[in-house]
């Protein structure tokens, strides 16, 4: 029999997909669930593209591209080539084996399967011994209203290159949506020690996640610690616009305002040695190490940081679930 998962990551793409392979290799296998940020999913050319679930698919495997991060290692291009030849739209790269997912994936969608069941075979085909969740098997659209109008969100990411200057954020698609049933049976699994809110970006890949209605109290009434590694080091991101997103919805790009951010969802922050300082003023349990994570090494670290940090809050969180019941009871 399968084990049961005993910890759930929650992930968009490629800063949450280190984090990921780092608790994949310092659990037992099969002991990993990563729910990931679908919100980054269009379709184009006429395929479902699901940039983070596949980012975290090879990352997982082991195949992706190491220095981009997503799309595949050893990959060629004859596609894109011939697609530029022919006039077709080129901003978005496609190579020939990533192009397969994407067929493969629209098919199997237009048969009627659901994405959570064509994840889970993707990942299977792929020997990757975790359970790969989308957030639901609907669509959702992240939508960034921006000072050069609204835009999709690999438009204004890859097409744009993060440039315009983001106003507000919306999820097209989020209140009809559900997490998938596979996410209930994680989360009421007595195997269950830790949720842990990787390092991607909590406004473009994490609240996504967290607009699908009834996510949120679900991860909380798991009565599991829920820790978060902050995205931020030193003020900047590693990859990606974060902080400039946090600039522009006049927000400081500092571990406090990540922090008020996930107030209310977290019980401890895992923060960069850099902000180790800054960490001593939030008023919540945090754990610092090095969290650039550049190789295994540094990712395994920094799963198992996270991970000591829940375990030392866990009887912190049982009790206070257990007041909150009581105080229930009695009202
Ligand atoms: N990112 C880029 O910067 N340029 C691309 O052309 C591009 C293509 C692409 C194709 C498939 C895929 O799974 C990911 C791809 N990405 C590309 C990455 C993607 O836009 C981002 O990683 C995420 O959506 C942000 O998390």
Known sequence: MKPAPSVLALSGGVG??????GLQRVLPPGELAVLVNTGDDFTH????ICPDLDTVLYTLAGVVHPKQGWGRDAETFGFMDELRR??????FLLGDRDLVLHVERTRRLAAGERLTQITAALAQRFGVPTLLLPMADSEVASLLDTDAGPLEFQH???RLRCEPRVRSLAFAGAAQARPPEELATVLRSSALRAIVITPSNPFLSIDPLLA??????????ARVPVVAVSPLIGGRAVKGPTAKIMGELGLAADTASIARHYAGLIDGLVVDGSDAAEAHALGLPFAVTGTLMRNDDDRERVAHTALQLADRLAARVAADHGSIAADAARA
Do not use: M, N
Request: without cysteine.
């Open 212 to 221: 699908v209605p009834g996510l949120r109290a679900a991860l909380r009434a």
């Open 156 to 158: 204004y990411f890859v």
């Open 86 to 91: 022919q006039g077709g739209p080129d901003w």
């Open 16 to 21: 949450g997909a280190k984090l990921a392979l």
């Open 45 to 48: 050319l006429g395929l479902r």
